[in-house]
Nanobody
């Protein structure tokens, strides 16, 4: 069982930055690929980014490439999402996810956090 707890959401002006964190309660954290999804009001959840267990593999949605960076610290069982140049359309609840492979975590992860709200004002 994997438990995920997100933090770092909040209100920011367009063009600003935020860093989200996700702490995982699991042994062998490095064996899990991690990622982030988001959901805006009235829209389906969408994939944002994912990182392999070693940190060597990363995927990004086209909408965030060049602005968002995913990273992980396996010693701290934590994954991060650095979000720069934020836009109002980035406003959403951001969910931390986990699964065994980067492909699965990008498409249909089994483990989800409760989510953290990010609001970008124009």
């Amino acid at each position: 069982q994997v438990q995920l707890v997100e933090s770092g959401g909040g209100l920011v002006q367009a063009g600003g930055s935020l860093r989200l964190s996700c702490a995982a309660s699991v042994q062998t954290f490095s064996r899990y690929a991690m990622g982030w999804f988001r959901q805006s009001p009235g829209k389906e959840r969408e994939f944002v980014t994912a990182i392999s267990g070693s940190g060597g593999g990363k995927y990004y949605a086209d909408s965030v490439k060049g602005r968002f960076t995913i990273s992980r610290d396996n010693a701290k069982n934590t994954v991060y999402l650095q979000m720069n140049s934020l836009k109002p359309e980035d406003t959403a609840v951001y969910y931390c996810v986990a699964d065994r492979t980067i492909v699965v975590v990008s498409t249909g992860p089994d483990y989800w956090g409760q989510g953290t709200q990010v609001t970008v004002s124009s």
